[in-house]
């Protein structure tokens, strides 16, 4: 166990693992103690969707082969940002009603455009909310004025 202790007192977290959870992660501790940035959570506005039917064909890693299969029949779905999607450890992840695309890549070096796969197109509803989100965050993901229209 290790306890820390901020120079006034107010702030002291023991990081220690009972019962297989840390009472207080480092972020966490650094954030109470006023000595860390807070995390970029803001979702910029998307302005533009392209829908698509269309092959998907794995990127290939250079040290192993990629964990993805080839899709035939996948939908592609390319959303342009009003600014950059902030750089973080969380992925970004497109919601259409409630089924979430986590399969994506940046189409360009800004981050103003990103591609979303779908490799299940029936699992998409017509006119379904399109929406933008981080990976594993329980917040309420950045809705926005775009619909799912199926690909002719």
């Not at 992660?25 to 995390?39: I, N």
């Not at 779905?77 to 399969?103: C, D, F, H, N, Q």
Request: charged content about 30%; hydrophobic content about 40%; aromatic content about 8%.
């Amino acid at each position: 166990m290790v306890a820390v202790r901020h120079h006034d007192d107010r702030h002291t977290a023991q990081l220690c693992e009972p019962l297989g959870k840390w009472t207080l992660s480092t972020a966490q501790l650094l954030l109470k103690m006023g000595q860390a940035p807070a995390p970029e959570w803001k979702i910029p506005e998307l302005v533009g969707v392209k829908i698509r039917e269309t092959e998907f064909q794995p990127r290939q890693p250079r040290n192993f082969p990629s964990p993805l299969d080839p899709a035939r029949e996948a939908v592609e779905i390319v959303i342009t940002l009003k600014s950059p999607m902030p750089v973080r450890a969380a992925a970004p992840v497109l919601y259409v009603g409630a089924v979430k695309l986590t399969e994506s890549e940046a189409v360009d070096k800004e981050g103003l455009t990103l591609r979303f796969w779908a490799f299940d197109r029936k699992k998409l509803v017509q006119d379904a909310p399109i929406a933008l989100g981080w990976m594993g965050d329980p917040r309420p993901k950045a809705s926005s004025r775009f619909k799912f229209e199926k690909p002719d």
